[in-house]
């Protein structure tokens, strides 16, 4: 069974950093794009970036290009997306997501697989 | 950038209902269109990929159409258990998902 299993919520005070994680099991971690996906209290999906964890060949959406960093470790088949400087407009839930697919190819990312969640709050 | 919109935003119906949600992209984007359901508290579902094709385990109940410009999802008879947000999402350019419609019961 596949599964994307996330790290638990957060509660950061502004100006602090964070490394939201996203282990992948059951399938081949390596051969999918794994990407992040945030959801603004009460609002709609927004796609953050991807990343192809074989060669981290990473692409982001332009709205947050230079925003965040999307990285993983493939030897424990773990994404991570990071955030810095946090704000109390940063508190939102991320999600984790797997590209329908397998193959180094990018683009076409729609999300078969989403993980559970990770509910950030940012407040002083 | 391409901008996604759907309408309605909410609606409201009846359990065996016809229910039918539009989604118009900002341009040409062939039937790299998917369609998502959440669940209040709960992450995503894929429902519907490359405009019309059923994610595996999806009831047949929900069907997709369209091209270019303008989808519909169609849920054929409602069901208590498809109270849920659904967004589509076009993949021609990147990901871009529209605002979601709202289905009562």
């Known amino acids: 069974e596949v599964q994307l299993v996330q790290s638990g919520a957060e509660v950061k005070k502004p100006g602090e950093s964070l490394k939201l994680s996203c282990q992948g099991s059951?399938?081949?971690?390596?051969?999918?794009?794994i990407g992040w996906v945030r959801q603004m209290p009460g609002k709609g999906l927004e796609w953050m970036g991807i990343?192809?964890?074989?060669?981290?060949?990473?692409r982001y959406s332009p709205s947050f290009q230079g925003q965040v960093t999307i990285s993983a470790d493939k030897s424990i088949s773990t994404a991570y997306l990071q955030l810095t400087n946090l704000q109390a407009s940063d508190s939102a839930m991320f999600y984790c997501?797997?590209?329908?697919?397998?193959?180094?190819?990018?683009?076409?990312?729609?999300?078969?697989?989403w993980g559970q969640g990770t509910l950030l709050t940012v407040s002083s | 950038d391409i901008h996604m919109t759907q309408s309605p935003s909410t609606l409201s119906a009846s359990v065996g209902d016809r229910v039918t949600i539009t989604c118009r992209a900002s341009?040409?984007?062939?039937?790299?269109l998917a369609w998502y359901q959440q669940k209040p508290g709960k992450a995503p579902n894929l429902l519907i990929y490359?405009?019309?094709g059923l994610q595996s385990g999806v009831p047949s109940r929900f069907s997709g159409s369209g091209s270019g410009t303008e989808f519909t999802l169609t849920i054929s008879s409602l069901q208590p258990d498809d109270r849920a947000t659904y967004y589509c999402?076009?993949?021609?350019?990147?990901?871009?998902f529209g605002p979601g419609t709202k289905v009562e019961i």
């Open positions: 490359e405009a019309s």
């Open positions: 999402q076009q993949y021609n350019s990147y990901s871009t």
């Open positions: 341009q040409r984007i062939g039937t790299w």
């Open positions: 997501v797997r590209r329908s697919g397998s193959g180094s190819a990018g683009g076409r990312y729609f999300f078969d697989h």
């Open positions: 990343i192809y964890p074989d060669d981290s060949d990473t």
């Open positions: 059951g399938y081949r971690f390596t051969n999918y794009w």
